[in-house]
């Protein structure tokens, strides 16, 4: 083995977190050992409630009142930082050690400017000048690449958009030049091309002042593409350790294997190699098993050998970089063995179409009352969120939109329900024109028949109601039944369905977890026999494995009662598994449609290839050329007269490309390309994704990439 002779930035030694309430002690976090030196970056991956955020805030010494560390030390350069006083404490966060969370505007004042919040940094920490302040600042936003710094530092938060935020974020975290940078989930809630950028981002400015991070994730892809170290973590304690290289291609613990076979690589099928959820669930702090913590959900556990006993964490053998395991039976396990596969299925050939849309335009007016816009004829101006959409999606097919926020998908979905009407056009469902028809007006038949699971079940969900009762009443609502006992069945043949407990019929939604949560949706959406659901973002909000339990429930109901879905959704590695076809939308408009086959493999359209190469691979076999997109969204108030992604194409032609509407380029009966780049030149372009074995690239942090396009941007 071989030990980083930098000395380390953050030392972890044998940290023990409790948190006390009326029931008594309650251990979140055990015997927990971290060491990130200079300049590295280590990443922290688990199931939510694993313990990564808790190390994180004790790092920070954010624990609240009712939290505590009970053991253990934690070193920043080698001073215990579990002893410091609250001023000591002060001085240490924001100048030495800051943090990045998930949710951008959690951390920014709404009532002050930009400039303000980030100036109080090294007014508060090095006591400069208001000036030097201002100046400092408005160079760290031009560090993060935010156009018109001189702007945004007059804004306030609410005025720019939120991959905005997140750069203001990070610059008021590195302005002090941090020597420790914390991120909990720093991209969660970015478009997958804005989380590029950030990345990119992050990993050139770290690398420009030496800092160390830990990076909080739950994307196996992400963490593989910023980190050099990983630490996983499975109830509030650290499982396996080691290089990115090494756990990622020779991983040593059974719940890191189970995290790998919940994602879709690009190796898996959703008909030959389905994705397998871990079996069960976290255990409470409180309920943790004797022995091992995973024995419950470990198909390789064996009583008096991974039990009573706590299992220690042991070095890997052979290895070149430390590679630690808290597995007692590591070495009897074939590793090399594939991972284990769900059900096989046949491929469901699709029926007729069931939705068909031809042209559909939705069109916001917006009124300028101004006496000057009134004189000038230009009183009303028109948001064009859905710009000539035209495809169709068949009985038993599984129908992807894909494209960034903004991009008009949820407006169609709006459309699609009868939540808003169309503007020009026409969509038929089941032969039924209902573009023009309110849900209020629609046959109560054709609402039952079209259905929807929203990306968070939360919000609608009836707190004050059971299961049972939120089930039921859609039953009884669409008339599917209307005797009591019948409905009652029924409601448990749905909680069958999705697999919950019968007796979660008396439970409230706030005696679930959120993948639970999402199954009551998922049961919900089809109590009333659609022939059609659409999903929107249904699993982006849940955990690995929760993710492709509820992604395997979603395509074992659709198979078994040839239902249509229409998957909506920025995450293409998740649609590249699921989706049949593929419709690629951006500014309101289609730019590309055809089978997954066929918009994973060039010819793409520039656009496409962007979404493909900002999408992170856990899969260490495979690399990708790395594309960052440049620019935000043009306004959908001015949209470009032509192209409507000419402001931000890596491939632009010129001039054309500006002022006129792209063609239509038929690659295949069934794929299309919105493009005025020829065709053939779209086909001889490489492969986003390519075998790291043809050329040698190695595994880790932005391995393998060859640049297009331009700087990380908006």
Request: proline share 7%; with cysteine.
């Amino acid at each position: 083995m071989t030990e980083d002779a930098r000395p380390p930035v953050l030392e972890i030694e044998n940290l023990c977190i409790s948190y006390f309430t009326r029931a008594g002690e309650i251990p979140a976090v055990k015997d927990f050992n971290l060491t990130v030196h200079a300049g590295e970056s280590v990443g922290l991956v688990g199931e939510s409630g694993c313990g990564k955020s808790t190390v994180a805030m004790a790092i920070m010494r954010y624990l609240g009142s009712n939290g505590g560390i009970v053991g253990g030390s934690i070193k920043f350069k080698g001073r215990d930082i579990t002893h410091l006083s609250d001023e000591e404490l002060r001085r240490m966060r924001g100048s030495e050690v800051a943090m990045i969370y998930q949710e951008p505007m959690a951390a920014l004042n709404p009532a002050l400017t930009i400039g303000a919040q980030l100036m109080e940094v090294p007014l508060i920490h090095e006591a400069v000048s208001e000036q030097e302040a201002y100046d400092r600042s408005r160079q760290m936003l031009a560090d993060v690449k935010l156009p018109d710094p001189d702007r945004v530092m007059a804004a306030y938060p609410h005025q720019i958009s939120g991959g905005q935020q997140q750069r203001v974020v990070i610059a008021m975290a590195l302005l002090s030049k941090p020597a420790l940078l914390l991120l909990d989930e720093p991209t969660t809630a970015l478009d997958v091309t804005v989380e590029a950028g950030i990345i990119e981002l992050i990993a050139e400015i770290a690398g420009k002042f030496g800092t160390a991070q830990v990076f909080i994730s739950h994307n196996l892809g992400l963490v593989r593409e910023t980190c050099d170290r990983i630490c996983v973590m499975y109830s509030g304690e650290a499982v396996e350790t080691g290089t990115i290289g090494d756990v990622f291609t020779r991983m040593r613990h059974p719940y890191t294997r189970g995290l790998f076979g919940a994602i879709p690589l690009p190796s898996a099928n959703k008909n030959d190699r389905p994705l397998v959820a871990i079996p069960g669930q976290l255990p409470l702090p409180h309920q943790r098993p004797e022995g091992c913590n995973f024995g419950p959900r470990c198909e390789y556990f064996r009583d008096g050998v991974c039990g009573p006993n706590a299992i220690e964490m042991r070095d890997v053998p052979g290895e070149k970089s430390p590679h630690q395991t808290r597995c007692a039976r590591f070495e009897e396990i074939d590793w090399d063995a594939p991972l284990g596969a769900g059900q096989v299925n046949d491929p469901i050939e699709p029926g007729e179409p069931v939705l068909v849309v031809d042209g559909m335009r939705k069109y916001y007016e917006l009124y300028d009352r101004s006496i000057k816009a009134m004189l000038s004829g230009e009183g009303v101006k028109y948001v064009k969120a859905n710009e000539t959409l035209s495809f169709d999606a068949r009985e038993a097919e599984i129908v992807a939109i894909v494209g960034e926020s903004g991009c008009g998908k949820s407006t169609f979905a709006k459309v699609l329900m009868g939540l808003e009407t169309a503007t020009e056009g026409t969509i038929t469902f089941k032969g039924d024109e209902i573009e023009s028809t309110e849900v209020q007006q629609r046959p109560r038949e054709q609402v039952a028949s079209l259905q929807m699971v929203f990306q968070n079940p939360n919000d609608t969900l009836n707190p004050s109601m059971t299961v049972g009762g939120q089930i039921g009443r859609v039953i009884r609502k669409f008339g599917v039944e209307t005797d009591p006992d019948k409905v009652h069945e029924r409601v448990m043949r749905l909680l069958d369905m999705v697999k919950l407990p019968r007796d979660f019929y008396f439970r409230r939604p706030r005696q679930l977890s959120g993948g639970q949560k999402q199954r009551v949706g998922v049961a919900r959406a089809f109590a009333g026999n659609p022939a059609m659901v659409i999903a929107d973002e249904p699993v982006s909000a849940l955990d690995v494995s929760v993710q492709a339990a509820v992604t395997e429930l979603l395509m074992e109901i659709q198979r078994e009662h040839g239902t249509t879905l229409l998957f909506i959704s920025h995450d293409l590695s998740v649609v590249r598994y699921l989706a049949d076809r593929i419709v690629v939308m951006y500014l309101g408009q289609i730019m590309e449609q055809g089978t997954t086959e066929e918009v994973f493999a060039p010819p793409y359209h520039p656009y496409t290839e962007a979404l493909l190469s900002a999408v992170p691979i856990a899969d260490t076999s495979v690399d990708k050329r790395k594309i960052v997109l440049e620019g935000n969204l043009p306004s959908v108030l001015n949209p470009p007269k032509g192209c409507p992604f000419e402001t931000r194409c890596p491939r632009k032609l010129g001039a054309i490309c500006e002022t006129e509407r792209p063609p239509v380029l038929v690659d295949s009966d069934t794929h299309r390309i919105a493009c005025h780049i020829p065709l053939e030149s779209l086909q001889a372009v490489e492969p986003v994704f390519f075998s790291v074995a043809e050329t040698g690239s190695p595994a880790g942090p932005g391995a393998g990439s060859a640049t297009t396009g331009s700087a990380a941007g908006e």
